[in-house]
């Protein structure tokens, strides 16, 4: 039994050792200067149409870093508008989805956090966080430019980890959240994973990563998701592979701290979240790594039937909703689930 656990203990080492000295990745550390961005003024951004404006949130633990607002208006007075929040290696690219908020009578708002996208310094490793809260700045600095145009009433929206991001959001705020709803698509509950590697194996890389935070776990080099989304290969989207990447990069052990933390406590202070919240996911869970034809009616990424028991914790004006065959992000599901997600979110908003 000793020699059991002696052998357990040298691979874990083995594994510690691998991680800390394992190189930056992506694609080479940069070594030059950092410096603040502080911008004033909207400038038109790389959407058509829309226009974007950075805002400098300080000194973080890499150094300088932003957040970049994105917002398209409405032609038509409104005070109405809606905040969307991105996913995990992804950005703003949903120029449809603004689009139909614009025609619904709303004022469009996006953000791309901090070390995404638009917001991505070359001194930053790409999608990294210690603590999920620090994104709770870059909303709070959104949320201040929507009261400044004039809007009174606003929907807050996330996407897999930014639906994480939101509804933790709103459990730490409680009564205090600025926004009138939380609307949240495929949000990022819980692990994708076995039991023993939601229970044992990730807390203790968690755990680790508060004294190893630039260690990085490889992930799988899957193309499935990916493949569904991108026009180039069965989907009907065009993006930015430099920035929503078809292979993902290594995550960081901090990376997988914050997340665990966020989950335990979103749960914990579930209770909290004091205003309706729309949790969606798909009807389905797709497994594999390689693209297959069912990628596109079935969620690739998580696991639906963890996000209806998590969400189903969710505050105590919730509504858990299935959208059938709706890929990972349900607005870029084919067109009847698409529809389907619009018509859910605009019949939420309407009613709460």
Same mark, same amino acid.
């Given at each position: 039994?000793?020699?059991?656990?002696?052998?357990?203990?040298?691979?874990?080492?083995a594994a510690?050792f691998?991680?800390?000295?394992a190189?930056?990745?992506?694609p080479?550390?940069?070594?030059?200067?950092?410096?603040?961005t502080t911008?004033?003024?909207?400038?038109?951004?790389?959407?058509p149409?829309?226009?974007?404006r950075y805002v400098?949130?300080g000194?973080?633990?890499?150094?300088?870093?932003?957040?970049?607002?994105?917002?398209?208006?409405?032609k038509?007075?409104?005070r109405?508008?809606f905040?969307?929040?991105?996913?995990?290696?992804d950005y703003f690219?949903?120029?449809?989805? /603004? %689009?139909?908020?614009?025609?619904s009578? =709303?004022n $469009?708002?996006?953000? +791309?956090l #901090?070390? @995404? /996208? %638009?917001?991505?310094?070359?001194?930053? =490793?790409? $999608?990294?966080?210690? +603590?999920? #809260?620090? @994104?709770f700045?870059d909303?709070?600095?959104?949320?201040?430019?929507?009261r400044?145009?004039g809007?009174?009433?606003?929907?807050?929206?996330?996407?897999?980890?930014?639906?994480l991001?939101?509804?933790?959001?709103?459990?730490?705020?409680?009564k205090?959240?600025?926004?009138?709803?939380v609307v949240t698509?495929?949000?990022f509950?819980?692990?994708n994973?076995?039991?023993f590697m939601r229970?044992?194996?990730?807390?203790?890389?968690?755990a680790l990563?508060?004294?190893?935070?630039?260690?990085?776990q490889?992930?799988?080099?899957?193309?499935?998701?990916?493949?569904s989304?991108?026009?180039?290969?069965?989907?009907e989207?065009?993006y930015?592979?430099?920035?929503?990447?078809?292979?993902?990069p290594?995550v960081?052990?901090?990376?997988?701290g914050?997340?665990?933390?966020?989950?335990?406590?979103?749960?914990?202070?579930?209770?909290?979240i004091?205003?309706?919240?729309?949790?969606?996911h798909?009807?389905?869970?797709?497994?594999?790594?390689?693209?297959?034809?069912?990628?596109?009616?079935?969620?690739?990424?998580?696991?639906?039937?963890?996000i209806?028991?998590?969400?189903?914790?969710?505050g105590t004006h919730r509504?858990?909703?299935?959208i059938?065959?709706?890929?990972?992000?349900?607005?870029?599901?084919?067109?009847?689930?698409r529809?389907?997600?619009?018509?859910?979110?605009?019949?939420?908003?309407?009613s709460?």
């Open positions: 039994m000793m020699k059991r656990y002696a052998l357990l203990i040298l691979i874990a080492a510690v691998q991680a800390v000295w190189e930056w990745h992506f080479e550390k940069y070594r030059g200067p950092k410096y603040y911008d004033t003024t909207w400038h038109e951004d790389i959407l149409g829309y226009e974007a400098n949130q000194k973080a633990f890499d150094g300088p870093c932003r957040c970049t607002i994105v917002r398209l208006l409405s038509d007075t409104t109405r508008a905040l969307y929040v991105h996913g995990f290696n690219f949903q120029s449809e989805m /603004g %689009r139909r908020f614009v025609d009578g =709303y $469009f708002y996006a953000v +791309d #901090r070390r @995404y /996208g %638009r917001s991505w310094e070359p001194w930053q =490793y790409p $999608f990294d966080v210690r +603590d999920q #809260r620090e @994104y700045n909303i709070d600095s959104a949320i201040s430019q929507i400044r145009d809007n009174t009433d606003i929907t807050l929206g996330g996407h897999s980890t930014g639906g991001t939101v509804a933790y959001y709103a459990a730490e705020r409680g205090d959240i600025p926004v009138q709803r698509n495929s949000p509950l819980e692990w994973f076995s039991p229970n044992v194996a990730i807390p203790i890389v968690g990563g508060k004294i190893f935070p630039e260690a990085k490889k992930q799988g080099h899957c193309d499935g998701y990916a493949y989304l991108l026009r180039q290969y069965h989907g989207w065009e930015n592979t430099d920035w929503k990447m078809i292979y993902s290594p960081t052990w901090g990376w997988i914050s997340i665990n933390t966020a989950h335990s406590r979103l749960m914990k202070h579930a209770d909290r004091a205003v309706p919240i729309l949790v969606m798909s009807s389905r869970k797709i497994d594999g790594c390689n693209w297959r034809p069912d990628f596109q009616t079935g969620d690739g990424v998580l696991d639906p039937a963890e209806q028991r998590q969400g189903e914790r969710l509504h858990v909703c299935t059938d065959s709706g890929m990972h992000d349900l607005i870029l599901s084919e067109f009847r689930p529809e389907a997600t619009y018509d859910t979110i605009f019949s939420f908003i309407r709460h």
